[in-house]
């Protein structure tokens, strides 16, 4: 089955303690990206990637970081993790740039 | 000007009803166009895609104006199960990004 697959689903952590939420997805897409979901915002994005070794920065991209070492994996590191980034986490994957995305389930993130 | 806007509602409708909403865009590149559906805390599904001649997908009619930068979703024999919320999105190539932008979205309520 095609699909984009995240874990952890849902993650409680404390406040400057690394964190790695995985992200990866079996349909060989060239690009890959992370969004955060808050409520009256919509979804932004942190970080986005257009093939292996290949990322850039989204519109919120303060506070992360991610690797791109494999096509198929895209990890969202969390070095030192603040309450501001308390959020609903979505990676996606598209095949090409006029591509539709698909998204994984989603990580709910509390940063206590 | 925000990139992709959509009205937040949320749009209350009765069971059995047609309801429609709109979304503008500003960048006149854009390329490519989806209906997204989003059930509460879920990730976002691709509903449609948007062509320039108009399509429809059972009860679900999409269609494009290029003139006037606006997409429109069309829900006919509305359902119990339609509720959720309708995220725009527009795929903007260049300028860096890899493209998507993705509207507020609409929620829709229909109700027995």
């Known amino acids: 089955e095609a699909q984009v697959t995240q874990n952890p689903r849902y993650l409680i952590t404390v406040t400057g303690k690394k964190l790695t939420v995985t992200c990866s997805q079996n349909?060989?897409?060239?690009?890959m990206s992370w969004y955060r979901q808050d409520p009256g915002l919509g979804l932004r994005q942190i970080y986005y990637?257009?093939?292996?070794?290949?990322?850039d920065k989204g519109d919120v991209p303060e506070g992360y970081k991610v690797s791109r070492k494999e096509k198929r994996n895209f990890p969202l590191i969390l070095e030192s993790p603040s309450p501001n980034q308390t959020s609903l986490y979505f990676c996606?994957?598209?095949?090409?740039?006029?591509?539709?995305?698909?998204f994984g389930q989603g990580t709910r993130l509390t940063v206590v | 000007r925000k990139e992709v806007e959509q009205d937040p509602g949320p749009f209350n409708v009765p069971e059995g009803a047609t309801v429609a909403f709109n979304c503008t865009y500003s960048?006149?590149?854009?390329?490519?166009f989806f209906w997204y559906r989003q059930d509460c805390r879920k990730e976002p599904k691709l509903l449609m895609s948007?062509?320039?001649s108009g399509n429809e997908d059972g009860r679900f009619t999409a269609q494009l104006n290029r003139a006037s930068q606006y997409i429109s979703l069309l829900i006919r024999d509305s359902k119990l199960s339609d509720s959720a919320t309708y995220l725009c999105?527009?795929?903007?190539?260049?300028?860096?990004?890899?493209?998507?932008?993705f509207g507020k979205g609409t929620h829709l309520i229909i109700q027995p």
């Open positions: 996606a994957s598209k095949q090409g740039a006029r591509s539709e995305a698909f």
């Open positions: 349909m060989n897409h060239e690009y």
């Open positions: 990637s257009m093939n292996v070794e290949v990322t």
């Open positions: 960048n006149s590149a854009s390329q490519s």
């Open positions: 948007v062509y320039s």
């Open positions: 999105v527009v795929n903007i190539l260049g300028g860096g990004a890899d493209g998507l932008t």
